[in-house]
């Protein structure tokens, strides 16, 4: 069989999961918890606003992996927000953290959960190594990629962000990081020739300091990414 073959499947990053067991429980009315299990690790995803939402925030943690995100509990704050705007948003938990090619298959499989019931726009955010991860997964998800977000990035894995074309992209770094100096943020949008960076004053690689800007930023931006999702 050849790669011209009309009959030959398409593997797909749901497909290379080799999902064994998925369960889910509503944790609120808003916000589904749900786990895929591989044979790989495991795969948690907290899911928040409309299950069949047509724009979707992916989030995603660093070399540590977690779910809350820097700024104490960003990600969860974000997510309720929205939710209630009719935007979806999935906490992506990888099964081997700081696995670059892992993680982001990870982070385009939930997306693709998400669009096998509606999703078809994405915004992606990572932080610290998630940052890496957020690009590359933007790229894998090509034209349906609505916009990148990273938080405090490293550099190494962004070697291909010139890939992410027009796809926005956001950059924020703590002029105050103790692990990864604001450069590296400067480095990735050379990389892409193009983007914003943006320094917060202050502010530590959990970005703790900016906690309010971030929330009040990224609660503009993305759904700006997203300009009918009050229509759909």
């Known amino acids: 069989m050849n790669d011209a073959d009309p009959d030959r499947k398409v593997r797909t990053p749901l497909d290379s999961l080799q999902v064994l067991a998925v369960q889910e429980k509503d944790v609120t009315p808003a916000l589904v918890h749900v786990e895929m299990f591989t044979l790989t690790g495991l795969v ?8 069949g939402a047509h724009d979707v925030v992916l989030m995603c943690g660093g070399a540590m992996g977690g779910l809350l995100g820097p700024a104490d509990g960003l990600f969860h704050d974000l997510g ?3 939710g209630e705007a009719g935007i979806g948003t999935i906490r992506v938990g990888y099964r081997r953290p700081n696995d670059l090619e892992r993680c982001v298959i990870d982070v385009v499989a939930a997306a693709e959960v998400a669009g096998r019931l509606g999703a078809d726009r ?16 933007a790229i894998a998800l090509g034209e349906h990629a609505a916009g ?6 490293q550099s190494a894995g962004c070697e291909r962000a010139d890939l992410v074309g027009d796809t926005p992209l956001l950059l924020l770094h703590g002029d105050a990081d103790e692990l990864l100096p604001p ?23 959990l970005l703790r300091e900016a906690g309010d800007e971030l929330r009040t930023r990224l609660g503009a931006w993305i759904p700006d990414r997203f300009p009918d999702a009050s229509e759909t």
């Open 183 to 205: 450069m590296t943020s400067e480095m990735v949008r050379m990389i892409a020739s193009g983007g914003e960076v943006v320094i917060l004053p202050g502010a530590g690689h």
């Open 148 to 153: 990148i977000v990273t938080l405090s990035t």
């Open 80 to 82: 309720v927000t929205f």
């Open 44 to 51: 948690t995803m907290l899911w928040h606003g409309p299950r």
């Open 122 to 137: 994405f915004v992606v955010v990572g932080h610290s190594f998630g940052g890496a991860v957020a690009i590359n997964a």
